[in-house]
C-alpha cells in the first residue's frame, strides 16, 4: 500500500540526513528505543487527555514521531552497515509494544468503546502476525492489505488531531481501525493461501 510504494522516494530524500545520524555514533537500537518511549508517551497523552486540552494534538504529533524513528531504524542499520539479525528482532517486538501502548492508551482514556478498541488491538496485532508468519515460509508480505502499520499510525494521528476540535473522530477512527485491520488479516490469509499452493 502507501507506505511500501512511497518507500525508496522517502528513503531518497533523507539518505543524508540519515548518514549524518549515524556519524554521531547513534545505533539503530537507540533509534528503535527512541520510537518505543515515545510511542510511551503518546499512551500516556491518551490517558490524561482530560488535564490539558492539548494532550490529544500533542499525542498526535507523538505518534508522527515515533512513526518516523521506525522509518529510519532499518535505514540507519543498512547505511552504517549495522544490520544484525538481533536489531530485526528488537524493532519488530518494539513496534508491538507500541502499538498495544497506544491503543491501550486510548482505551484507558475513555475515548473509545472498549470493545473497538480491543478489536483493534487485536486486528494490529494479528496484521503484523500474518506478515510475520508469512515471510518465515518464504512468501514476501510487504504492501499487501490495506493497513500495513505506517497507514494505520498515519490514520491514527490525523483522528486523533481531529478528536482535539470533534471528540467523536477519534472513536469512529478507533472502529474504521478495526474494520481495516481484520480485513487485511484477510487480504493476507488468501494472498498467502495463493501463493503457497
Not at 25 to 42: E, R
Request: with cysteine; charged share 15%; aromatic share 12%.
Amino acid at each position: 500500500m502507501v507506505s511500501s510504494k512511497l518507500k525508496k522516494q522517502f528513503e531518497e530524500s533523507v539518505s543524508t540526513t540519515i548518514k549524518r545520524i549515524g556519524a554521531t555514533g547513534i545505533t539503530p537500537n537507540i533509534v528503535t528505543t527512541l520510537g518505543l518511549l515515545v510511542s510511551f508517551a503518546a499512551a500516556l497523552s491518551y490517558v490524561f487527555w482530560n488535564n490539558w486540552s492539548y494532550m490529544l494534538p500533542l499525542a498526535s504529533i507523538l505518534i508522527l514521531i515515533s512513526g518516523f524513528f521506525d522509518a529510519i531504524d532499518g535505514m540507519l542499520a543498512r547505511v552504517n552497515g549495522k544490520v544484525t539479525i538481533f536489531g530485526g528482532f528488537f524493532d519488530s517486538v518494539a513496534d508491538r509494544y507500541s502499538d498495544a501502548a497506544i491503543i491501550i492508551g486510548i482505551i484507558l482514556g475513555g475515548l473509545c468503546d472498549p470493545i473497538w478498541g480491543l478489536l483493534t488491538l487485536f486486528g494490529s496485532m494479528m496484521v503484523s502476525y500474518a506478515r510475520a508468519r508469512s515471510e518465515a515460509a518464504g512468501v514476501q508480505m510487504a504492501s499487501v492489505g490495506l493497513a500495513e502499520r505506517a497507514e494505520r499510525m498515519l490514520l491514527l494521528s490525523f483522528v486523533t488531531f481531529a478528536a482535539f476540535f470533534w471528540l467523536d473522530a477519534l472513536k469512529y477512527g478507533i472502529i474504521l481501525l478495526a474494520v481495516l485491520t481484520h480485513l487485511t488479516v484477510i487480504q493476507r490469509v488468501l494472498y498467502f493461501r495463493k501463493k503457497s499452493q
